[in-house]
């Protein structure tokens, strides 16, 4: 992808920070305007995440210009936003790459750059990071500054909100950045903010008010009214009293767009001592007026051209698993008014929307908060609700232990749908639900379904719903092999695998979305091909068929195949002293990076060439 630079005189001048920090401070606003375009430019080229990068514009410039990155550290929650970063820390050339296979990874990743100091890709992380190396720099005392950087989103997940009460205890130098681009905390921004923040992070109030701490000290009640003024003096013109509470000094609320403001503020503020948290307010899409309209359907986006105003109309494509769930909930909700929906803070993913429109008192976005949503199911459940839990797989794992001990332990009535199981592509290893049968399976009271094509994902709602315990459906992201859903629901037999066709000696076990993939094998091969169903309980009956009946069997499945599902198979089959030969296909031992799913489908060998070439061998072993 060819761009032409001339557009971006100052850009070209700050391929690095260090590079930026000698460009004069007034220059800057014209250099967040080049960046925002080039982003504009190079985002709708090459699709990508998008209208949280183009309001983190102002920030990023300045945070760079500010610190000394990469020895100073700047640590960005989530990820999402931190394209203007890569484009400043010497990347800019291989933003076309973005999200491709080979490619820039979607989300900071410390394996690509030094600036990315913290791998992430799910939120709420960068607080806890970034108190960690604020304590370990105040123990090398090697003067390294610290900035944690999160939305008002992220925020709202419990782990943020226990390191901002351990950092307000042990109190080390360090830096929050509240992004608000939602207004959800604030007030609109004015001048008077904008102003006060100056005044609060400026040196004179700093040395008045350490001055004066210092000379109180040894004056217990007048240090106290000292204090109590001080706190209403800034809660006067500040939301900040909760964060004040917490330990921390806070700054703002200021506007996020304007740069000079920013980096005068950012610069006072690094030199004050103890947990510091500056406040402030941005607009997601800032800069091009349809995201700036639209956020959510701008956030991550196709190739688009952008004179046109508008994304290219998708193509018609079959219904993805999603919208399976998303028609299931609702049907199920209109049967049974005990029906509870809960997600964290996924409902447009999920394909929550019309079930929140239409039943907006059993519908609860508990925001990223999943520990919380598990357990929140786990009351209704004892209260005798029925509450169905829709939650991406890699997000279940962190509400592991209330999976475990609120619901599976206590034998609670909870359905877990589970999106985005098995490689889900472009967003990395932080996304792919590699590990959701390996931690499911080894649970007691536990029943994990694994549908093979829509109109099977949508009978597994229905049975996991009705039956009386804790049950899971997991299925990918995207479509299936096209086959309709059906209106009607039934009830499956626990437990009960399918045989799509019966052959001799080698009896391919496909788990899930990969069956259609196993197919060819299957027919070249003269082999027996079972569509699993279960992973929990296991058709042991069939097993002890297939084991009399066949020198080999193939387990296929889009988890890791240690623990998973084929793993399962093993043990049962060495229960039966199994003379034949086992192989077991899924993911490898290794974190899956990005690419389209059917590019890491073929690569790992579970396409249906794959799946037939490594059959084909283990039938020559022989």
């Known amino acids: 992808m060819q761009i032409d630079m001339t557009e971006y005189p100052l850009l070209t001048k700050a391929n690095l920070p260090d590079e930026l920090r000698q460009l004069p401070q007034e220059t800057l606003p014209q250099l967040s305007h080049e960046l925002r375009q080039f982003l504009l430019k190079t985002v709708s080229q090459s699709s990508g995440h998008f209208a949280s990068g183009l309001g983190a514009v102002e920030l990023t410039v300045a945070l760079h210009y500010v610190y000394n ?7 960005w929650d989530v990820g999402h936003q931190a394209y203007p970063h890569k484009i400043l820390t010497g990347r800019r050339h291989q933003m076309h790459t973005i999200r491709q296979k080979e490619g820039l990874h979607p989300f900071p990743y410390r394996e690509e750059s030094v600036y990315d100091v913290l791998s992430v890709g799910h939120s709420s992380t960068s607080i806890s990071a970034a108190l960690g190396m604020a304590v370990a720099a105040q123990q090398a005392k090697n003067q390294r500054k610290v900035v944690a950087v999160i939305g008002d989103g992220a925020i709202t997940a419990g782990m943020a909100f226990e390191a901002l009460n351990h950092a307000g205890e042990i109190k080390p130098d360090m830096l929050v950045i509240l992004n608000d681009n939602e207004m959800s905390i604030s007030e609109n921004v004015g001048a008077l903010n904008q102003y006060f923040a100056r005044i609060l992070s400026g040196s004179f109030y700093t040395s008045l008010r350490e001055g004066g701490k210092k000379i109180l000290s040894n004056m217990p009640p007048l240090h106290q009214l000292a204090s109590r003024a001080e ?7 500040t939301p900040g ?24 503020t950012i610069r006072n503020m690094r030199q004050l001592k103890g947990p510091q948290l500056l406040h402030i307010v941005t607009k997601k899409g800032k800069g091009y007026a349809p995201a700036e309209a639209d956020p959510i359907g701008y956030h991550a986006v196709a190739k688009f051209d952008p004179a046109a105003k508008t994304q290219p109309a998708k193509k018609a494509s079959a219904p993805t698993f999603s919208n399976v769930f998303g028609q299931w909930i609702c049907d199920m909700a209109e049967q049974d008014e005990r029906l509870q929906g809960i997600t964290p803070a996924m409902r447009e993913g999920s394909d929550l929307v019309a079930f929140s429109k ?17 357990t929140l199911a786990a009351g209704m459940a004892i209260e005798g609700l029925k509450p169905v839990v829709a939650i991406y797989s890699s997000f279940l794992q962190r509400g592991y232990d209330q999976l475990i001990h609120d619901v599976a332990l206590q034998q609670l009535d909870v359905l877990f749908a589970i999106d985005r199981a098995g490689i889900v592509g472009a967003d990395g290893p932080t996304h792919q639900g590699a590990f959701d049968i390996s931690f ?17 994902c949508r009978q597994m709602l229905y049975t996991g719903y009705q039956h009386n315990g804790v049950a899971a459906v997991r299925y990918p992201r995207g479509s299936g092999n096209n086959q309709a859903a059906a209106t009607t629901m039934e009830l499956l037999p626990l437990g009960k695998a399918k045989v799509v066709q019966r052959g001799k000696k080698l009896a391919i076990l496909a788990f899930g ?17 079972v569509d699993m169903r279960f992973v929990k309980p296991l058709d042991t009956a069939l097993l002890q068929q297939l084991a009399v009946d066949h020198s080999y069997v193939m387990t296929v499945e889009d988890n890791a195949i240690m623990g998973g599902a084929g793993s399962a198979v093993n043990e049962y089959l060495v229960q039966l002293h199994y003379q ?17 799913q059917q590019e890491i489908y073929q690569e790992l060998g579970l396409d249906s060439a794959g799946i037939l070439a490594q059959a084909q061998r283990l039938l020559k072993e022989e």
């Open 69 to 75: 990155t990469p020895f100073d550290r700047v640590i």
């Open 231 to 237: 706190e209403h003096f800034k809660g006067m013109v």
């Open 241 to 264: 009293t909760f964060f004040e509470e917490l330990g921390f000094n806070y700054i703002g609320p200021i506007d996020g767009h304007d740069v000079l403001g920013l980096v005068d």
């Open 358 to 374: 239409r039943f907006p008192k059993r519908y609860f976005d508990v925001a990223i908060a999943e520990q919380h949503a598990v």
């Open 440 to 456: 499911l399976r080894c649970i007691p009271n536990i029943t994990i379904m694994v549908p093979s094509n829509e109109n099977e």
């Open 513 to 529: 979305p990969l069956l259609g993939a196993c197919e060819q094998a299957a027919t070249a091969l003269g082999a027996t091909l």
């Open 580 to 596: 034949g030969q086992i192989l077991n296909l899924g993911l490898p031992d290794e974190f899956i990076k990005h690419g389209t």
